[in-house]
């Protein structure tokens, strides 16, 4: 018995849809990919990583919270971990995510220690799936400039701030929203030029803020002479 052309027509025009759909799945996430790809060679190749794209900007810290770091300790007294309930605490702080193993990292530390000595802000450290002991004798060795420095071992909290790679600092106002976001390491020339401006106009603004909440109310008193109504 022959094979009826028409039913083979049939079948064969119907074939291609699947293969369609198949290879539409299979080159969705190869785009993206390659969208992220450009975006973050852009900003390497332009030299401002400052240019990454962060969809936090203007938006309060995500909900976190990071355990301190075992065994880590400051003139006898424990360093203690943070949350991000924490951060929004009336002045801007300055949060950085680290590790011990990242190089980057160990060249812009003594950059950090400078610029909270310059500043007098709070820094908040975040150790990215690092060992405790290595991540100690890291601060040791470059020093440690945070007031309070959690621990994030699966890197769960690195995802929800949206952090691309080890090292990355934030800036936070008073509020404890997200005003700016650094990729990769500072150097002298990007603390000078963007992210020390950032933080000195977040203490103005949180300075003006925090008198205008603490100014009492004053009392509108008659002027001299005036006739009080009856």
Request: charged share 15%; net charge positive.
């Amino acid at each position: 018995m022959q094979p009826d052309p028409a039913t083979n027509a049939n079948t064969s025009s119907q074939q291609p849809a699947p293969r369609r759909r198949k290879t539409g799945a299979v080159l969705a996430p190869l785009i993206v990919f390659a969208v992220l790809v450009a975006v973050f060679g852009f900003a390497l190749k332009t030299g401002d990583p400052s240019k990454l794209p962060s969809a936090l900007i203007g938006k309060p810290a995500p909900q976190t919270e990071f355990a301190p770091l075992p065994g880590l300790a400051t003139d006898g007294q424990a360093v203690p971990g943070f949350s991000s309930a924490e951060l929004a605490n009336g002045k801007p702080v300055v949060v950085n995510f680290w590790a011990s193993w990242c190089v980057p990292c160990a060249e812009e530390q003594p950059l950090l220690v400078k610029l909270q000595q310059r500043t007098g802000v709070a820094l908040y450290g975040v150790n990215y799936k690092d060992d405790p002991v290595s991540a100690r004798r890291f601060l040791g060795r470059f020093g440690n400039p945070f007031a309070a420095v959690g621990v994030d071992p699966n890197g769960r909290g690195a995802i929800e701030w949206g952090v691309y790679g080890m090292p990355e600092t934030f800036v936070l106002n008073g509020k404890g929203e997200i005003i700016y976001k650094h990729v990769g390491p500072v150097s002298a020339q990007s603390l000078a030029e963007k992210v020390e401006p950032m933080i000195v106009e977040a203490q103005k603004a949180a300075a003006v803020g925090n008198a205008a909440s603490t100014a009492p109310a004053s009392s509108a008193a008659p002027a001299s002479g005036a006739t009080q109504p009856n």
